[in-house]
């Protein structure tokens, strides 16, 4: 038996532990959390609800339900976590790539869930390690929960996350088959600068350009908490950046960590009005 074996959660006492662990990752107050009846429901009307576990203990899981875009059904992710104390372990992976089975069994397509562009790590597991893309930037996304904003007071923007169950290119990353990528010669339109100990954001257009641009993110942000201002100025940067791109038809196809973290974009569609 592998270890942190991931099965389905469909439990009175299995709910509760997820409700623990999303207080933990979160700071949800009760209010907020994800009720036992509303995990029932959810269950009965197609979600997915899956936890890695240690002997009986719930250390991660990952959620999501069915969703209607303009032009898709999917699975919407809307939580994946992994308890501190159990991180580094690819206990995350590893329920990303079970919900893709599952989902692909009940006849999905697509698995869409939301991601802060700032956030690094998770980048690294969306687009590198899952081989998902991102063509849609939302601004503000969840206005009304302050308390999913890096700092409180901020903007809470998000990259939205498509990932192609069928692609070739996803079934390749689930094989350990990653492209290789050459940051260093391709061309930054947002890159890491230092200016006096801090972490700036330098910023120029696209133009018109069809080869593959770079969009640079400090690799840490537990330092810059201290300096709200700062990732304001991030998220403006950032923000102007992405929409550029896609804009022009660009997509984030990858991502790489080395220090800080690149966000790759290649054009996969012709530029939208």
């Known amino acids: 038996m592998s270890d942190f074996p ?18 933990i990752i979160w700071q949800h107050s009760d209010i907020e959390l994800t009720s036992t009846h509303q995990y029932i429901l959810f269950l009965r009307t197609g979600a997915i609800l899956l936890g890695a576990f240690e002997g009986e203990k719930i250390v991660g899981f990952v959620f999501s339900f069915p ?26 992976k590893r329920l990303k790539w079970a919900q893709r089975r599952e989902a692909g069994r009940m ?22 390690t899952l081989g998902a893309r991102a063509k849609t930037y939302l601004a503000d996304y969840y206005a009304a929960l302050p308390n999913l904003a890096l700092v409180q007071g901020l903007a809470t923007d998000r990259l939205l996350i498509e990932w192609s169950l ?19 010669r391709l061309e930054k339109i947002v890159e890491v600068r230092r200016v006096a100990d801090r972490l700036c954001p330098r910023y120029r257009s696209p133009g018109r350009t069809a080869g593959t641009l770079l969009i640079e993110v400090p690799g840490q942000m537990t330092e810059m908490k201290k300096d709200p201002d700062l990732i304001s100025q ?14 022009l038809g660009f997509a984030v196809t990858d991502f790489v960590s080395a220090g800080t973290g690149c966000y790759i974009l290649e054009k996969i569609m012709e530029k939208s009005e």
């Open 107 to 128: 006849g999905f397509e697509w698995v869409t869930w939301t991601a802060d562009p700032l956030l690094a790590r998770n980048a690294d597991l969306n687009f590198h």
């Open 67 to 92: 969703a209607v875009f303009p032009d898709r059904s999917a699975q919407h992710s809307r939580q994946l976590a992994v308890l501190p104390e159990y991180r580094k372990r690819g206990i995350g």
């Open 6 to 23: 991931i099965r389905k959660l469909q439990t009175h006492e299995e709910f509760e532990q997820v409700r623990h662990i999303q207080k």
């Open 166 to 184: 069928l692609s070739p290119e996803v079934a390749r990353r689930k094989r350990g088959r990653f492209p290789p990528r050459c940051p260093d």
């Open 234 to 247: 991030w998220q403006i940067v950032i923000r102007r950046a992405f929409r550029a791109c896609f804009r």
